[in-house]
């Protein structure tokens, strides 16, 4: 009967590290979580099906498979991210996206003031991801330099999108 691995606090800092440093190697923000969690699992496969994380191809094969499922990750989130951008159409029947609406509704200096100020009203996290997308950051460059995860990008986005519908629309 084989008996079962337990990862040692040594053996977790070193996933950590290797996670840490793959993430640097593929300009990516290091301590996103999703990304660690996507690392240390890809980590753990390869733990559980080796004998040895001293044998010889353990942590090539480890490394392998972290970058894997890190840029796997990257992928999911940037097709995701895409998606619900606010390069999507307003609506199907339309050709205009929100992003575009947005810039339209600051074409003359008493428009930019008006579009300014009902960001400024926004709830903070909603003001703050449109000046971030206003200052031409893509969805992915506003979420790493907010700090917030893709759940909490999501969700604002989602109230962004129907703020900027309700303005566009008064």
Sequence with gaps: MRRR??????????????VHQLCLANHLKPGDETYLSA????????????????GQDFWPCA????E???LAEKRENDR???ARSLDAPVAPDR????????RARQGD??????????LDRLPPEQSRL????????????????????????????EQLQAELTRYLTE
């Excluded at 690392?39 to 001293?54: C, D, I, K, M, N």
């Excluded at 050709?95 to 947005?102: G, S, W």
């Excluded at 449109?130 to 986005?157: F, H, I, K, N, Y």
């Design 39 to 54: 690392g240390l699992q890809a980590f753990w496969e390869v733990y559980t099906a080796r004998p040895s994380v001293s």
């Design 95 to 102: 050709e205009a996206t929100y992003f575009d609406l947005l």
């Design 68 to 70: 894997e499922a890190i």
């Design 130 to 157: 449109a000046r971030r997308l206003l200052a031409q950051d893509t969805l992915e460059e506003a979420r790493s330099a907010l700090g917030w995860d893709t759940p909490q990008l999501c969700r604002v986005l």
């Design 109 to 118: 200096f008493t428009n930019s003031i008006a579009l300014f100020d009902y």
């Design 80 to 82: 995701w991210n895409y």
């Design 63 to 66: 490394f392998r498979k972290m």
């Design 5 to 18: 691995r337990h990862l040692t606090p040594l053996e977790l800092d070193w996933a950590r590290q290797a």
